[in-house]
Nanobody
Framework: VQLQASGGGLVQTGGSLRLSCAVSGATRSTYSIGWFRQAPGKEREFVAAVTSSGLTTYYTDSVKARYTISRDNAQNTVYLQMNSLKPEDTGVYYC????????????????WGQGTLVTVSS
């Protein structure tokens, strides 16, 4: 299973970015996809997740109402739309394949992408 994250970049405070996570080689049909991020000098933290149907989503409190996770199963791609970005959103964003249920715990995710860097300038 491979996950390819893309779409990161440099943006000013208040700006927007859309991250993509392309999934290939998955033989299990029901899995969630989660996004995590790691800021410099900090632990990796959960950001958002979406279940296999795309109907159930889950966000950490700090990004609710600003981020939207969605998935296109026909394209095997999950998106993370990030609006009203803040400097504290800066970090490397990773997508990962998770269980059939939603989870915010990284140990529940078995395959990880390489990460894409998001930098929000003040």
């Amino acid at each position: 299973v491979q996950l390819q994250a893309s779409g990161g970049g440099l943006v000013q405070t208040g700006g927007s970015l859309r991250l993509s996570c392309a999934v290939s080689g998955a033989t299990r049909s029901t899995y969630s996809i989660g996004w995590f991020r790691q800021a410099p000098g900090k632990e990796r933290e959960f950001v958002a997740a979406v279940t296999s149907s795309g109907l159930t989503t889950y966000y950490t409190d700090s990004v609710k109402a600003r981020y939207t996770i969605s998935r296109d199963n026909a394209q095997n791609t999950v998106y993370l739309q990030m609006n009203s970005l803040k400097p504290e959103d800066t970090g490397v964003y990773y997508c990962a394949r998770g269980p059939s249920y939603r989870s915010k715990w990284s140990q529940d995710y078995d395959f990880w992408g390489q990460g894409t860097l998001v930098t929000v300038s003040s």
